[in-house]
Every structure is written in structure tokens, then in C-alpha cells.
């Protein structure tokens, strides 16, 4: 009985406060946060579909649209994704900070998880990009072609250390210096292609829970994780 009210507990905080808190810290849709831009026309909009050429008139291609159309990522596979990461860390008896928004003065993360184990701190950063992304190495920008437009968008790589170092300092500044901490790159659109020399460093969202399994994240080390899973959640941003 214990465990289904935790996991209705985590789909409550996955599907409803995770999105919620994001738009509140940001001003923008939880999924136009991970691709740049938003995923969906609102209402009274014309020809500017994710990927879209301004002004095409969707009108003449709708049959071609349904067929050939590639995408970003909708939020059903963002937010399975921080789901299943939720239940991994359940699974395992780790500690999920979900959203992993944290902010201490000046320092702040915006990663959509963050997971306790024992071997550190894994923070899980997601990136919705569609199409066919080129992953050039030690570049700062990569680019994503989707329907025929090509565009410049922020290294996932770079994005996701620099989470990682924001990250380090907020333990080495509540006394937790020795814990070691990565961020994990995942592209959670099912299609997208990754290219280049560093497509290796990013993973899709189906190889998540793998990856989280490997022996690098899971050996057994001194971490105490309910203990530090609390102390960083002190800085959690919640909604108000």
C-alpha cells in the first residue's frame, strides 16, 4: 500500500509540479525550455509548426505534414522520461530530487532530476531536439536540420557541464566536497539522429535506466544517501 501512494506521490510531482515550477522559474513551457522554442501552435496561430519555415501555409501541405513531418520532442516524452528516472531511483532506494531546480545565492540548477546514490550525484538533463543533430566535439554550438532548416543550437555537452559544476560547488558549500558529481546528456525525441565526433557523449532516453546502471554510478561507495539527498533538497525551488 506504502509503495502506491509513493508512486502516485511521483507521478503527481513528474506530470503536474515538475512542468508547473519550471514555467513559474522561466516564463516558458517546460518543453520550449529543452529545444529553444515552443512545441505547439497556440490557438489563431498560421504556418509556424515546430520546425516550420515562418509563414508556410500548413493548409497546402497538411497531407505531406502527416507524413514527412519530423519533430522536437512532445511532453508525453519528457516527462515519461523524468518519470522513469523517478522510479529507478525508488526501484533502488536512492533519493530523486524532481524537479532538480536548486538555487543557494547566486548558484542555481535547472535540471529536470537529480538522483542520491551511492556512488555521488547524477543530475539528468534532457534536450528535446528532433531531426538530425550534428554533435561537433568542444564546439559550443551544434546543429540540428529538422524539415529542410537547419540551426545553431547550444552544445547539450556544454549545457549539461556547466549544471555540473554549479552542481559541485553547491555540495563543496554544504560541506560535501568529496562527492562526485555528473550530469547525463539525454535526447528523449525517439527519432532524432546524433551525429559527429562527440555522439557517444550524449545517450537516448530508451538507454536512460541502462546507462543509470552501469558500475560507475551504482559501486558502492560512503555516500549517505537520505542524509545528503536531504541536504541538497533544503535548496530545492518549490512552488509556491
Do not use: C
Amino acid at each position: 500500500m506504502a509503495q502506491t501512494v509513493t508512486l502516485f506521490i511521483v507521478l503527481a510531482v513528474v506530470f503536474v509540479l515538475l512542468p508547473a515550477i519550471l514555467k513559474k522559474l522561466t516564463g516558458r513551457d517546460f518543453t520550449e525550455l529543452l529545444v529553444g522554442r515552443p512545441l505547439f501552435r497556440r490557438k489563431g496561430e498560421k504556418g509556424r509548426a515546430a520546425g516550420t519555415p515562418s509563414g508556410e501555409d500548413s493548409k497546402g501541405e497538411e497531407h505531406d505534414n502527416k507524413e514527412k513531418k519530423e519533430r522536437n520532442s512532445t511532453k508525453a516524452d519528457i516527462l515519461q522520461t523524468v518519470s522513469d528516472a523517478a522510479s529507478f531511483a525508488r526501484r533502488n532506494q536512492y533519493y530523486a530530487i524532481i524537479p532538480g531546480v536548486l538555487k543557494k545565492e547566486e548558484l542555481e540548477t535547472k535540471l529536470p532530476a537529480i538522483i542520491v546514490m551511492r556512488s555521488g550525484v547524477v543530475g539528468i538533463n534532457l534536450f528535446g531536439y528532433g531531426g538530425a543533430v550534428s554533435a561537433k566535439k568542444d564546439d559550443p554550438e551544434w546543429t540540428q536540420t529538422m524539415n529542410g532548416e537547419t540551426r545553431s543550437i547550444p552544445s547539450p555537452l556544454a549545457v549539461s557541464e556547466n549544471m555540473r559544476k554549479v552542481l559541485m560547488q553547491i555540495l563543496r558549500e554544504i560541506g560535501y566536497p568529496e562527492v562526485e558529481v555528473t550530469v547525463i546528456s539525454v535526447f528523449t525525441q525517439k527519432e532524432v539522429r546524433i551525429t559527429g565526433p562527440s555522439a557517444t557523449e550524449v545517450i537516448h532516453s530508451k538507454a536512460l535506466i541502462g546507462e543509470l546502471g552501469k558500475n560507475r554510478y551504482v559501486r558502492t561507495k560512503d555516500v549517505d544517501v537520505k542524509k545528503l539527498g536531504e541536504a541538497l533538497s533544503f535548496f530545492q525551488v518549490r512552488k509556491k
